[in-house]
């Protein structure tokens, strides 16, 4: 095999829904570049295994390996859990190279994927200057991610919202409710919510039940199998297979 393989690592979930959505998304990252071989593995909860693919992929003769965290933040599973299993496989499988890709934010093909599901779900861009957003995401206590996330809140302040509030489904204050309630007193007059997540499950649940019990006019759907998202994969498959020091075009 002359040609490098892209191993999408998501975390994996009980929630059948999220391997779901992660398996949607590599079918359109396969349809975005055809020849490309795309495989997906799970660090917990669903198969296939990391370790079982990268396996596979030696056995079948694969030399190269681009191993791509599905996650939007470079947290604990980016920094530690992923790097162990490969530094394990190429302990195991010496005759295979495998590259660990960036994980996928912060991207403005992300905030572009925000800004598709806020639509899908009603907000029209007439509305944003009398509507708060909420940017929902899971939660770290990583200082890196977080300050991540108020950053890409303070971006998005600048794309037409009254105001913007980063929230956290775990970890972190304060929760969506909380943010929706706290723009509503400040005398917002609408509220919208946009999971800065990928693929559904508890904590996305909990994003959407807290919006619905503060009464959010507009709750987003996660960022899912959009193009976008799937555009934003293959740059940073790109990118890992650009030589240090040398420049991707654009």
């Not at 009398?130 to 977080?146: F, K, N």
């Not at 972190?172 to 919510?193: H, S």
């Not at 559904?200 to 987003?220: T, Y």
């Amino acid at each position: 095999m002359t040609h490098p393989t892209l191993l999408v690592i998501a975390h994996g979930s009980r929630d059948p829904r999220h391997a779901a959505t992660v398996h949607a998304l590599t079918e359109r990252v396969r349809a975005e570049r055809p020849g490309l071989r795309v495989e997906t593995a799970f660090l917990e909860f669903n198969a296939p295994s990391v370790p079982r693919v990268l396996e596979r992929l030696a056995a079948q003769g694969a030399d190269e390996v681009v191993a791509l965290p599905l996650l939007l933040t470079r947290a604990f599973h980016a920094k530690t859990d992923i790097p162990s299993v490969l530094r394990e496989a190429r302990a195991r499988l010496p005759r295979l190279r495998i590259r660990q890709a960036d994980v996928l934010g912060p991207s403005p093909l992300l905030n572009a994927t925000l800004g598709r599901r806020l639509r899908e779900a009603g907000a029209r861009p007439g509305d944003l200057p009398r509507t708060g957003l909420v940017l929902a995401s899971a939660g770290s206590t990583d200082p890196e991610a977080i300050a991540v996330i108020a950053e890409i809140a303070r971006e998005l302040r600048h794309t037409g919202w009254c105001a913007v509030r980063p929230a956290f489904a775990s970890a972190l204050l304060p929760r969506t409710e909380d943010a929706v309630r706290e723009l509503r007193a400040e005398g917002v007059d609408r509220v919208a919510v946009a999971p800065y997540v990928i693929a559904p499950g508890r904590l996305p649940d909990r994003i959407a039940a807290g919006a619905e019990a503060a009464g959010a006019d507009v709750l987003a759907d996660v960022l899912g199998p959009a193009p976008e998202l799937a555009r934003l994969l293959l740059r940073r498959f790109d990118e890992a297979r650009v030589p240090v020091g040398a420049s991707l075009s654009a």
